[in-house]
């Protein structure tokens, strides 16, 4: 076995060449960090180009290292030692795991230091980070707690429309202490402000800008248009998506069945963005606030507040983020009324909303990079650099473009042709052979036009709720139904 093989995918380690008991600071706070973060690994006998030097009195080191930790690392964090052997050389394994009391703390001559875990760095905590290591520790989150105001000092006009609206049913009293936007005695809790009309929590805000051009410095007029919504959080929510819309354009073609088109940016992704910065923002950051800069080419979000674990999502696989949420009573709710995942699958949302554009391509792919304080989402402006060209489409809408979308052209074409097609244009095929053949089936579909089966649900999942196509019967029995549209 290698030290590869060992570790496996893991990146939540450090290594030492040897362990330093004359300076033992230099990897105390490698474990607090770990405690206050997700855990992670100290491997002593292993220099950082990876060469197994080994260690020499192990047991010795195990025991000082198990004394150390106890009275050193307040309060004393769940750990593991393990002394494995690669290259016949004996290393030291120091497993810590992700604790439960936080936070941890390093006391040395007289101070009481916690550190966290940034990268593959170990950094010390701020207050603000020592204030969110507290309410983990103490299974609590900052939206969760009480305010000095009572459930009668506030309204809740907006959330029991928009609730009625969205959800379909009233909004309960009984509701406010079971979504916990109070607690037990009636008080409001920060999750209850920030849904409360009115501006009750001062970090409640979103500025928004349109600038002119590429940056914010560009030209003698630098910004077409900026706002500055304060106020609860449906209202921050709706205010900023009508901003968005004002300061975007959506251009459209004419298809032979319905209209094809291309907006800049995609409102579910546009909603997904929004929703999420407000929903995983970093409310103990007094005095900040989301900001939503439109510039010609991209649109970007920016929430106060990294991931809440540590971690950086340029890191990371966007569809595969375990579901980590800062201020869970918001989440919670937001998830009720229908305007976000509950496992949190909010950037995947966005990413294959883009893909299901008619004019995606993989640069326009959008971005997400963080830092330990920020968060960024970047979606690409669809229609930058190809604005002439559809223009032109926009403006020519010719009989015999619209007879060679709408014709079916048989078997061998769909087989030949079908990868080629833009949704819109396959879609259109579609209901050409269904009106051929009620009966059908996706599967038959998927081998015509040569893509996959869940490509075509999708297709008909859109057909069916614009009202272009019916389906009746059971999945056995059933057939398709083109409605005169």
Known sequence: MNLEEYLGETNLYDKKEALERSKPKSWLKTISAFANSRGGKLIFGVKEDNTIVGIND????????????????????????????????????????AGRNTPYFLVDSGSRIAYKRIGNQSVTASRIDLVNLSLKGQKRSFDSLPLEKCLEDVSFRELRLDYRDRVGKPFEESDFKSFGLVDEEGVLTIAGALFADGHQVYQSRVFCTRWNGLDKTHGLMEALDDKEF???????????????????????????????EYPEYPERAV????????????????????HIDIYDDRLEVYSPGGMYDGTFIQDLDPFDIASTRRNPVIADLFARMNLMERRGSGL????????????????????????????????????????????????????????????????????????????????????????????????????????SRSTIKRDLAKLTQAGYIKYSGSSKDGQWEVKNK
């Open 348 to 451: 995947k949302n966005i990413i294959e909303t883009y893909e299901s554009e008619e004019n995606y391509k993989e640069k326009f792919k959008p971005e997400f990079r963080s830092t330990e304080t920020s968060f960024f989402t970047v979606l690409k402006n669809l229609n930058y650099d190809t604005q002439s060209d559809t223009q032109n489409d926009t403006q020519s809408d010719t009989q015999s473009d619209t007879q060679n979308v709408g014709q079916s052209d048989g078997q061998n074409e769909g087989q030949n042709e079908g990868q080629k097609l833009k949704p819109a244009e396959r879609r259109n095929k579609i209901l050409e052979v269904i009106k051929q053949n009620a009966k059908t089936t996706a599967l038959d579909l998927a081998e015509l036009f040569s893509v």
């Open 271 to 290: 909603q997904e963005a929004i929703v999420n910065a407000l929903i995983h923002r970093d409310y103990t950051v007094i005095g900040s606030e989301v």
């Open 58 to 97: 192990y047991q010795g080191d195990t025991e000082f290292i198990s004394e150390v930790i106890k009275t050193k690392i307040d309060p004393i964090p769940e750990f593991d030692v393990e002394i494995i052997t690669i290259e016949e050389k004996f290393i030291l394994v120091l497993t810590v795991f």
């Open 230 to 260: 304060e106020g609860n959080l449906l209202y921050l929510l709706n205010a900023s998506l009508d901003f968005v819309k004002r300061n975007s354009k959506k251009m459209w073609k004419k298809g032979p069945v319905y209209r094809i």
